[in-house]
């Protein structure tokens, strides 16, 4: 029987992978309306643009304290890697296979490059530009057209209802239990809960957009949504922005364009079942996991403080980095070049 700690740690791991998934999905409707949209998603690197998937916070002064650079990080790595080399140069000289030090060197860059890059990563969210298109689009189209063939107003009371009944006691929902436990103050008042989780959840219409592109449907919904953001997004890039140039035909052919995708969107929710979206998204929203629906995932203090330090180990005859666990025979019991002791046990 699984004790209490361990019970504890399979929730906040469960936690975590359901964040990253969210985070996945929202970064796939962004670059989805990117590209929908006829603009460059990537740079020459094949890192996103910013004006696809930006930093963003809840609080600006943390959004600009970005003390330790890419540059610094790679110092530190470079001393510890010397550091460690000539501390251990007597045990380097007597390995039998010099290669491995190579295997260590490239494993612990590999380690320090991932950690950086999802503590980076953290608080990355859809670009304002791309999430005003968004919102736009759900406010004139999809939300007015929704609640009139799809009953899609039992959806909007349904989440009020929930956003109420967690303001008035945070620890009726499981996940939000889990967040105030492991995260948050566990023994603030009630209270103080529901103030700090306030900064945690997506309001108002930002909720709603947030919900309809989260939604997992048996339908193309957010496929949908997707194209008529994205020729919005369009539209606006090209015959919107200031200080950009368009030719009236081209204009004109854009704007048909975002107006066939509207139409095409109408003949599309007429053709489904009359409230069958509303039926979805209620079946969703009354149960234990509804808030991922609304979280905002770049406000969620989730630390790499979570993440478990691999367990160093050694043996008479040999000795074990402690970093990434790669094995290294030492003097007459280094072992022979088939022997399987000698991979790396990462």
């Known amino acids: 029987m699984a004790t209490v700690s361990e019970h504890d740690s399979a929730t906040m791991a469960k936690l975590m992978q359901r964040l990253c998934a969210l985070k996945r999905i929202d970064m796939k409707t962004s670059t989805d309306i990117a590209a929908l949209a006829n603009c460059r998603v990537r740079d020459n690197n094949g890192n996103l643009l910013p004006s696809v998937w930006t930093r963003r916070s809840i609080n600006n002064e943390h959004d600009n304290a970005t003390l330790l650079t890419r540059d610094a990080l790679q110092k530190h790595l470079s001393a510890f890697l010397d550091k460690n080399i000539e501390t251990n140069s007597a045990m380097l000289v007597k390995l039998a296979d010099p290669g491995l030090l190579v295997d260590w060197v490239v494993k612990t860059a590999e380690l320090w490059e991932h950690r950086y890059a999802l503590k980076r990563d953290e608080k990355f969210d859809i670009s304002h530009s791309i999430e005003s298109a968004m919102s736009e689009v759900v406010l004139e189209h999809v939300l007015p057209f929704l609640k009139h063939h799809q009953n899609f107003a039992d959806v909007e009371e ?122 979805e998204a209620l079946a969703q929203l009354q149960r234990e996991d509804w ?56």
Request: charged fraction near 25%; include cysteine; charge should be positive.
């Open 291 to 346: 808030i991922f629906l609304v979280v905002d995932h770049t406000a969620v203090p989730v630390t790499l403080a979570d993440v478990q330090a691999p367990v160093p180990h050694a043996e008479d005859d040999e000795a074990a980095c402690p970093t990434c666990g790669a094995a290294f025979p030492l003097g007459a019991a280094a072992l022979s070049p088939g022997d399987p002791r000698k991979r790396l046990r990462a």
């Open 158 to 279: 349904q989440l009020e209802l929930n956003m109420q009944q967690l303001r008035a006691d945070p620890a009726s929902n499981k996940w939000a239990r889990v967040l105030l436990r492991h995260i948050s103050q566990e023994r603030a008042s009630s209270a103080d809960q529901a103030d700090e989780m306030f900064f945690w959840l997506h309001r108002g219409n930002h909720a709603l957009t947030r919900l309809l592109f989260r939604l997992d449907t048996a339908t193309e919904l957010r496929d949908r949504l997707c194209l008529l953001a994205g020729k919005l997004f369009q539209k606006k890039e090209t015959c919107e922005r200031q200080g950009v140039y368009a030719s009236q035909r081209q204009r004109s052919d854009i704007v048909q364009l975002y107006n066939n995708t509207v139409i095409a969107f109408r003949e599309f929710v007429r053709r489904m079942p009359g409230g069958r979206f509303a039926q």
